[in-house]
């Protein structure tokens, strides 16, 4: 038994290290032409007048290619394990950007947003591009697991209990069956057709979930949706501030309006 378990933890270390050689020529081929994507369409915002029609769309592509080279950049620091940077950061913030930028996506067309922000929140510490980067993927998860319609929604409170900020992503989508759901954070695990995912999203959010000092887990069941809870630490200087607040709020549209 011992010595079985030992082999699957040389193997799991071998595909470890193959993703991180294989992280490094995906960035190697990918960082270049990202580049200059993000210089031309730079350019062009240059050239084009504040109230031109096309410049909106032009400022999402350069946001987009940014945030692929980030995602890139991301499935390097999984395989190298590194430290994310510190900082004080505000997680209602990074979700109503997340969802700026993906409000457009062909998948969101017919997915209700709803979000429900706590506006007394504490802030977390932590690197904002790699929280951004899981809150991407999770939604994306979300959004794919509903097929085109249903209802996302995005929450965040204070746990009192526990002194750490909350926050959940639900889905009405299509849920995880009960012998994948204890799987789902390992690397090169889906559940996705092959062409639709390299098994690689949520191990690389539990990651950087877990060197931000936090957890996230899930609970689901077939054909009832998904919920993943993030669970991040408060920055040091708003423990003092804080007061173990648990504030209420209003339900807010992704454009941060009360409904």
């Given at each position: 038994m011992e010595s079985s378990k030992r082999q699957q933890a040389?193997?799991?270390?071998?595909?470890?290290k193959a993703?991180?050689?294989?992280?490094?020529e995906i960035a190697h081929e990918l960082n270049t032409p990202l580049g200059g994507i993000l210089m031309y369409s730079h350019l062009l915002i240059e050239d084009l007048s504040e109230d031109d029609p096309r410049r909106e769309n032009i400022?999402?592509?350069n946001k987009l290619a940014h945030r692929c080279k980030i995602i890139v950049?991301?499935?390097?620091?999984?395989?190298?394990?590194?430290?994310?940077?510190?900082?004080?950061?505000q997680i209602n913030r990074i979700l109503r950007n997340?969802?700026?930028?993906l409000e457009d996506h062909?998948?969101?067309?017919?997915?209700?947003?709803?979000?429900?922000?706590?506006?007394?929140?504490?802030?977390?510490?932590?690197?904002?591009?790699?929280?951004?980067?899981?809150f991407i993927n999770l939604i994306i998860n979300a959004v794919q697991s509903m097929n085109g319609t249903g209802t996302l929604r995005l929450c965040t409170e204070f746990a009192v209990d526990t002194s750490r900020v909350r926050i959940e992503c639900s889905d009405t989508g299509c849920g995880i069956d009960d012998e994948n759901l204890g799987r789902i954070f390992e690397p090169f695990f889906t559940t996705k057709e092959k062409e639709k995912g390299t098994g690689l999203g949520l191990s690389i959010c539990h990651g950087i979930v877990e060197r931000h000092g936090g957890t996230i887990a899930v609970e689901s069941s077939k054909g009832h949706g998904s919920t993943f809870t993030v669970f991040l630490p408060m920055a040091e200087k708003d423990i003092s501030d804080c007061g173990f607040r648990n504030a209420e709020c209003g339900f807010e549209t992704p454009n941060g309006k009360s409904k």
């Open positions: 040389l193997l799991a270390a071998e595909r470890l993703t991180g050689r294989l992280a490094s400022v999402k592509i950049q991301g499935l390097l620091d999984f395989a190298h394990q590194e430290i994310p940077q510190s900082g004080p950061i997340v969802i700026g930028f062909v998948l969101l067309r017919n997915i209700s947003i709803e979000t429900h922000l706590d506006p007394a929140l504490p802030r977390v510490a932590g690197d904002e591009n790699k929280l951004e980067q899981v």
